[in-house]
């Protein structure tokens, strides 16, 4: 199994929110593993032409017949925030799917001089059968990245969903 990080790439279209206090509230969002209370947040095409995944900063984002797509297989993993582009759907994906599967002693790690707690991952080496049947996950070390295995990419290439790219994080060569 190999593991990825998703981003949008830059054929992608970039979403911009009419309201600059709105990254507030999306900053707010992520946190939290559940977001009940969430209203849609208004937004516009800042430039280019919106098709599959959309450019929203460093957050997963998807047009709404994307999203009709990956629903099923993501509905476990994913809480979709939606916003309105233009009165259209779309959806900021917020990865739910906090899985500890980080392997410290396989990683090249950053450690506090103080008191030797771990403060930052420099190559990553995961323990992979914890990831069986997973698309989409984050990890507890750096909740704020996103990763996709290999069924996660086999899913958008098959789908043939647009403006999404992947590579692979800095792994551990020990």
């Not at 969430?38 to 460093?58: E, T």
């Not at 989409?136 to 290439?157: D, G, H, V």
Request: hydrophobic share 40%; aromatic share 12%.
């Amino acid at each position: 199994m190999e593991i990825w990080i998703p981003f949008a790439n830059n054929h992608s279209a970039v979403i911009n929110f009419n309201e600059p206090r709105d990254w507030d509230k999306i900053e707010a969002a992520l946190v939290r593993p559940i977001n009940a209370g969430w209203q849609p947040l208004d937004a516009h095409i800042g430039k280019g032409v919106p098709d599959g995944f959309v450019y929203v900063g460093g957050i997963l984002a998807c047009d709404g017949p994307t999203w009709g797509f990956l629903e099923d297989s993501l509905k476990n993993e994913v809480e979709p925030l939606p916003i309105s582009v233009n009165s259209e759907p779309y959806f900021l994906l917020h990865v739910t799917n906090m899985i500890p599967c980080l392997n410290v002693q396989g990683s090249k790690v950053l450690r506090s001089p103080t008191d030797d707690s771990l403060m930052g991952v420099i190559h990553y080496g995961f323990d992979e059968y914890l990831l069986e049947n997973v698309f989409l996950f984050s990890i507890p070390e750096n909740p704020q990245q996103i990763f996709a295995t290999s069924l996660f990419k086999t899913l958008i290439e098959n789908k043939e969903i647009h403006n999404l790219d992947f590579q692979h994080p800095p792994y551990s060569m020990s």
